[in-house]
């Protein structure tokens, strides 16, 4: 039983940067033939994936937020982190991370089969 528990402060300024920690218990975050994802959901709109680290450590990210993402692991902590800069109102969202096999789509939502709860972040002033 793999369970994942985002973290991080609710409440950010615009222009700073976010830092939220993802904590995964049950299954390490080096395993084999899995990557983990960042996701999000703004209030009222569609899932919207990050970007995500798979097992080596590489890391892929969205073409549209790719300048402003930069996702690592603490191997020793067995914890995925997202920094995202420049965060702006539209960032709001609840953020998740996620856990799927590779070679599903990182799209494709059903395929991912660990979930955090999500952890929601708001960007004002």
């Known amino acids: 039983q793999v369970q994942l528990q985002e973290s991080g402060p609710g409440l950010v300024k615009p222009s700073e940067t976010l830092s939220l920690i993802c904590t995964v218990s049950?299954?390490?975050?080096?395993?084999?033939?899995?990557?983990w994802s960042w996701i999000r959901r703004p209030p009222g709109k569609d899932l919207e994936w990050i970007g995500y680290i798979v097992d080596s450590g590489s890391t892929f990210y969205s073409p549209s937020l790719a300048s402003r993402i930069s996702i690592s692991r603490d191997t020793s902590k067995n914890q995925i982190s997202l920094q995202m800069t420049s965060m702006t109102p539209e960032d709001t969202a609840v953020y998740y991370c996620?856990?799927?096999?590779?070679?599903?789509?990182?799209?494709?939502?059903?395929?991912?089969?660990?979930w955090g709860p999500g952890t929601s972040v708001t960007v004002s002033s």
């Open positions: 049950g299954g390490s975050i080096t395993a084999a033939n899995y990557y």
């Open positions: 996620a856990r799927a096999q590779i070679g599903t789509r990182v799209f494709s939502w059903a395929e991912y089969d660990y």
